[in-house]
T-cell receptor, first 115, second 109 residues
Framework: DVKVTQSSRYLVKRTGEKVFLECVQD?????MFWYRQDPGLGLRLIYF???????EKGDIPEGYSVSREKKERFSLILESASTNQTSMYLC??????????????FGAGSRLTVL | GQNIDQPTEMTATEGAIVQINCTYQ??????LFWYQQHAGEAPTFLSY??LDGLEEKGRFSSVLSRTKGYSYLLLKELQMKDSASYLC??????????WGAGTKLIIKP
């Protein structure tokens, strides 16, 4: 019954390493999102995509990039990981916001620690 | 700026009722969501309100007052499995989702 799958639950990387976080959804949703979740803060949007090969910056895109080559897959890339990118990363998918209650379906999260 | 306020943590007793409040100041309003997130798991959708009033779903209800800029989630007949964080989120005028930091609910026997 899993609908949004994040490839890695836990990762430990070193400063300067390149990190790939993969997300796949099987609900044929147009929209996909990457958030980070930190204690005491609301979810913060990093990037989102409304269609294949399209991407839009969210509130905190610095230090991140994304790729959406196929509708079901949305990847988050940290070109050179830094300690302040230690966080829980959540992927989500949903239908168009203007279609009313755009309920997001989240993956279980990827907890990244950068040493 | 845009802001969503929720209490950081609440404690309640099994079998009781608890109300979790959410106040918002956003540039426009196009709907309010409540999500539940158990520790280490994905947030899951609970409710959506776009008009003033009550939405009921089993033991959970959500109420919205757009004029007052707030919502609350009412959980009845609390069970131990209701221990989780409850996230409030608002769609602003551009349909961008603004999230609160979440309320951690602890249920005691």
């Amino acid at each position: 019954d899993v609908k949004v799958t994040q490839s890695s639950r836990y990762l430990v990387k070193r400063t300067g390493e390149k990190v790939f976080l993969e997300c796949v959804q099987d609900m044929d949703h147009e929209n996909m999102f990457w958030y980070r979740q930190d204690p005491g803060l609301g979810l913060r949007l990093i990037y989102f995509s409304y269609d294949v090969k399209m991407k839009e910056k969210g509130d905190i895109p610095e230090g991140y990039s994304v790729s959406r080559e196929k509708k079901e897959r949305f990847s988050l890339i940290l070109e050179s990981a830094s300690t302040n990118q230690t966080s829980m990363y959540l992927c989500a998918s949903g239908e168009g916001a203007q279609s009313g209650a755009n309920v997001l379906t989240f993956g279980a999260g990827s907890r990244l620690t950068v040493l | 700026g845009q802001n969503i306020d929720q209490p950081t943590e609440m404690t309640a007793t099994e079998g009781a009722i608890v109300q979790i409040n959410c106040t918002y100041q956003t540039s426009g309003f196009n709907g309010l969501f409540w999500y539940q997130q158990h520790a280490g798991e994905a947030p899951t959708f609970l409710s959506y309100n776009v008009l003033d009033g009550l939405e009921e779903k089993g033991r959970f209800s959500s109420v919205l007052s757009r004029t007052k800029g707030y919502s609350y989630l009412l959980l009845k007949e609390l069970q131990m499995k209701d221990s989780a964080s409850y996230l409030c989120a608002v769609y602003d005028s551009n349909y961008q989702l603004i999230w609160g930091a979440g309320t951690k609910l602890i249920i005691k026997p």
